[in-house]
């Protein structure tokens, strides 16, 4: 008997999508970070790929002006309250002048980029190529997908103004903890984060006081900057204040 439907997973590969084997769904960055006894030819050639979503990203993004980052869970439901929350904040970004930018994938992303479309302004998307089928929300009205996180990784912080971060995983902890690093290291200044989730963040930022602040492994500053809030008129104000923007890269 042949394999089912259920067997295969949509594989998206830049502008290329691919149904192959659960087995066999392989992504661009496993391929890459893999050890290959052929690298010195293949990962020459990978360079070239490399190049291409950069300058892909950075022809696209160009002109999209100020723009806002809204980060979160995939896996939030829609009758969440969190997602009510990121399609509010999504509508008010852009009544206050900003694009709105996500993964555009569902969840929180989908809800900020819906709020952003129905308010009539940018919805951005910057997808990723997963093993696992996730497709673009139909609520970004300028999307690109990528193969490597890293090319997408540096659109965030080059396009952005500064980041709203709710309730998410490993992703959302990801993008967190790199704008957090690079604003310790002065690569990125005048760049506002805000915590959205009072009850979701609190004890890792306590965490960050008692542990790695008590250790010395970073300075009050440094955690100190973090606001959290569950007020939608504080997020806003947090990052959207002239104070804050632009963003200045050195």
Known sequence: MGKTKKDYQLIEQGAVFRRVPEEGAVTSDQRFLETDKNWRQTDAWRVMRMQSEFVEGFETLADLGPAISVFGSARTKRDHPHYAFAEQVGARLVESGFTVITGGGPGVMEAANKGAR??????????????????MNKH???????????????????????????????????????????????????????????????????????????????APIDVDAIPITDDIDEVIRIVTSPAAAPTEQV
């Open 140 to 218: 970004v009205t300028l999307g690109i997908n990528f193969r490597y996180f890293f090319a997408r990784k540096t659109m965030f912080l080059k396009y952005s103004q500064g980041f709203v971060v709710m309730p998410g995983g490993f992703g959302t902890f990801d993008e967190l903890f790199e704008a957090l690093t690079l604003a310790q290291t002065g690569k990125v200044v005048k760049f506002p984060i805000v915590l959205v989730g009072c009850e979701y963040w609190t004890g890792l930022i306590d965490w960050l006081r008692e542990q790695v602040l008590g250790h010395g492994y970073i």
């Open 118 to 135: 129905k308010a009539g302004g940018v919805s951005v998307g910057l997808g990723i190529e997963l093993p696992f089928e996730q497709k």
